[in-house]
């Protein structure tokens, strides 16, 4: 029997106490991603390893754990479970970039020519005198390179914005040499590829060590002392996520820190020139879908009004105490009238060809490019909106200076871009639609009319560098004696030369044995300007006073500049040149 007071318990269905489910794992691209960033390192480490082993034991034990954190990194890029552990393998990442890119400039900080030029400005700027305008040749000792000038000479002066020099001058305690320039841009290219790392969504972080610090490319120039290293880092916060800017008609903080950033980058280097209007293209069209066109007109004038007063504040001192000097200083690059030298279009002219008559077509099909493409992205702004950190960069390859450099020093802006401004963000971006074009764009055959629409803004560019390439040289070079000092040195050249156009020129001659342009040759004997149609001896005396031969079966090219009109003379003379008669 059972009492009253017992209590039946009748068994119900067992429950599982509640377990919170295990974080899911990171994503395989992530994994990859980091483990791509970590090799990265890899490259071109051995090389600063073996130089600081000999003079910087200290250095080479520092670089020593960074292959141990490489290596621990890479293990634990594939074993660990949660994506927040990935994401502290990527802070380790990170450090060790910027310990080897530490490592490596203070094995290599005496920079190239344009460190030394930027600390020599901020030299002359510390004590007051002016940094524009200014030759300095004794800068250019044994093993600093020169840049050329079709005129005969080369540029010796300062031909930047001024934000690197005045960053440079609380550094000149360093040394001297190109080190306090060096300090600059390498100390700027480690914050910006922080300022990346912290702005990217958490995977793609190691996307930003890769880009700025892996392969060993952009740490180069930051130690060869770039300026536009300094423009890069003031640029990345301008470029992540620069399609937000002017949300709902207001700049708000974000929006004025990365106008101020866009100004002082067009203080610190030209190369913020030519993505500033694809920049305001941009915004104005992606607020004008979202705002319409008059407040949008008005965020882009509160943007570039930001912009211009962060660049003038820059500039300002120099505006007032040298005006004339720092306007044509701070425009050198594109009217100092360099020698062709790259590896975009001109190497038509330079490699495949003798010369050409019409260099100055590369100069305007370059022009023209950039202002095709500008066009193309205003009218297609949805299609090419987030390529706008790319497009600007690709005017460049039919210029006359159209070096790797361009591009390579802004990849960064490339990820930036890809990562935080995708195509959905221009979805709604307005896109201008003329009256006549109208249909045409929008209708049933949009697809046709814009092929033809994207033909006719780039053609002109094309036809342009067409013309410069098909060009001849309008000088026709003989090699008639060389005088030899050596069997493997030459003393003289003796040339005869025929000015085959309509026009006088005023040739000036080098001798050069693979890309790039070695110094001229100083004319002993011929006339200054040739006469159209006529024919001249020349005695050239190498600068050096002695022309080093280089091995057998190196092309050895001569080489004729003249400044008005631009033109390009080559022939080759490997066989006059080593025979020593004709």
Same mark, same amino acid.
């Given at each position: 029997m059972y009492s009253a007071e017992t209590t039946l318990v009748v068994p119900g269905p067992r429950t599982q106490?509640? &377990?919170?489910?295990?974080p899911a794992p990171p994503a395989q691209w992530h994994r990859v991603l980091t483990l791509l960033a970590d090799i990265g390192l890899l490259i071109g480490t051995r090389a600063v390893w073996t130089s600081a082993a000999g003079h910087r034991p200290a250095v080479a034990g520092v670089i020593s754990l960074c292959y141990a954190s490489i290596l621990v990194c890479g293990v634990l890029a594939l074993v660990v479970r949660?994506?927040?552990?990935?994401?502290?393998? /990527?802070?380790?990442?990170?450090?060790?970039?910027?310990?080897?890119?530490?490592?490596?400039?203070?094995?290599?900080?005496?920079?190239? /020519?344009?460190?030394?030029?930027?600390?020599?400005?901020?030299?002359?700027? *510390?004590?007051?005198?002016?940094?524009?305008?200014?030759?300095?040749?004794?800068?250019?000792?044994?093993?600093?390179?020169?840049?050329? +000038?079709?005129?005969?000479?080369? /540029?010796l002066t300062y031909g930047y914005p001024p934000l690197a020099?005045?960053?440079?001058?609380?550094?000149?305690?360093?040394?001297?040499?190109?080190?306090?320039?060096?300090?600059?841009? +390498?100390?700027?290219?480690?914050?910006?590829? @922080?300022?990346?790392?912290?702005?990217?969504?958490?995977?793609?972080?190691?996307?930003?060590?890769?880009?700025?610090l892996g392969f060993g490319m952009l740490p180069s120039y930051g130690r060869l002392g770039y300026p536009a290293i300094v423009a890069l880092a003031l640029l990345v916060p301008v470029v992540v996520r620069w399609t937000r800017t002017g949300e709902g008609g207001r700049l708000g903080a974000a929006g004025l820190a990365r106008a101020a950033c866009l100004g002082l980058a067009c203080a610190a280097q030209q190369l913020p020139w030519f993505l500033a209007p694809f920049l305001l293209a941009?915004?104005?069209?992606?607020?004008?879908?979202?705002?319409?066109?008059?407040?949008?007109?008005?965020? @882009?004038?509160?943007?570039?009004?930001?912009?211009?007063?962060?660049?003038?504040?820059?500039?300002?001192?120099?505006?007032?105490?040298?005006?004339?000097?720092?306007?044509?200083?701070?425009?050198?690059?594109?009217?100092?009238?360099?020698v062709l030298h790259g590896q975009g279009v001109i190497g038509i002219s330079l490699y495949l060809t003798d010369g050409s008559d019409?260099? /100055?077509?590369?100069?305007?099909?370059?022009?023209?490019?950039?202002?095709?493409?500008? *066009?193309?992205? &205003?009218?297609?702004?949805r299609r090419l909106g987030p390529a706008a950190a790319v497009l600007p960069w690709c005017a460049f390859y039919l210029a006359t200076r159209s070096q790797d450099g361009y591009y390579l020093l802004m990849t960064p802006l490339w990820l930036a871009a890809a990562v935080t401004a995708p195509a959905p963000a221009f979805?709604?971006?307005?896109?201008?639609?003329?009256?006549?074009?109208?249909?045409?764009?929008?209708?049933?055959? #949009?697809?046709?009319? #814009?092929?033809? *629409?994207?033909?006719?803004?780039?053609?002109?560019?094309?036809a342009a560098a067409g013309v410069a390439a098909a060009g001849t040289p309008p000088l026709r070079m003989r090699v008639t004696a060389a005088r030899h000092t050596t069997a493997t040195t030459v003393s003289r050249l003796a040339l005869k030369v025929t000015n085959t156009g309509d026009t006088a020129l005023s040739p000036h001659f080098t001798l050069t044995t693979g890309q790039g342009m070695d110094p001229y040759w100083r004319?002993?004997?011929?006339?200054?300007?040739?006469?159209?149609?006529?024919?001249?001896?020349?005695?050239?005396?190498?600068?050096?006073?002695?022309?080093?031969?280089?091995?057998?079966? &190196?092309?050895?090219?001569?080489?004729a500049f003249t400044a008005s009109p631009q033109t390009l003379s080559s022939t080759d003379v490997q066989d006059a040149v080593r025979g020593g008669a004709d």
């Open positions: 106490s509640a &377990v919170p489910a295990p949660r994506a927040r552990s990935l994401a502290r393998v /990527d802070s380790c990442v990170l450090v060790t970039g910027v310990t080897l890119t530490l490592c490596a400039w203070i094995m290599l900080h005496n920079g190239s /020519d344009e460190a030394l030029l930027t600390t020599q400005a901020a030299r002359e700027l *510390a004590v007051g005198h002016p940094m524009y305008g200014q030759p300095w040749p004794w800068l250019f000792g044994h093993g600093v390179a020169l840049t050329p +000038t079709v005129t005969g000479g080369y /540029d020099p005045l960053l440079a001058v609380p550094l000149l305690w360093l040394g001297h040499g190109g080190t306090p320039a060096t300090a600059v841009s +390498t100390g700027a290219l480690i914050a910006g590829t @922080v300022a990346l790392w912290r702005m990217l969504p958490t995977p793609w972080r190691s996307a930003a060590t890769l880009v700025c941009g915004i104005y069209a992606v607020r004008r879908g979202e705002l319409g066109g008059r407040a949008a007109a008005l965020v @882009v004038a509160r943007f570039a009004g930001v912009a211009a007063g962060g660049w003038l504040l820059v500039n300002a001192y120099f505006v007032v105490s040298e005006p004339g000097r720092w306007l044509t200083g701070i425009a050198l690059p594109l009217t100092q009238g360099a019409r260099i /100055d077509w590369y100069s305007r099909a370059s022009l023209l490019l950039l202002a095709g493409l500008l *066009a193309l992205f &205003v009218l297609f702004v979805a709604g971006a307005w896109q201008p639609r003329p009256r006549p074009l109208a249909g045409l764009l929008s209708g049933p055959r #949009r697809r046709p009319a #814009r092929i033809a *629409a994207t033909v006719l803004l780039v053609a002109p560019a094309l004319v002993v004997r011929g006339p200054r300007a040739l006469p159209a149609h006529s024919t001249a001896r020349y005695e050239l005396r190498p600068p050096a006073g002695r022309f080093t031969l280089p091995r057998p079966g &190196v092309r050895i090219r001569l080489r």
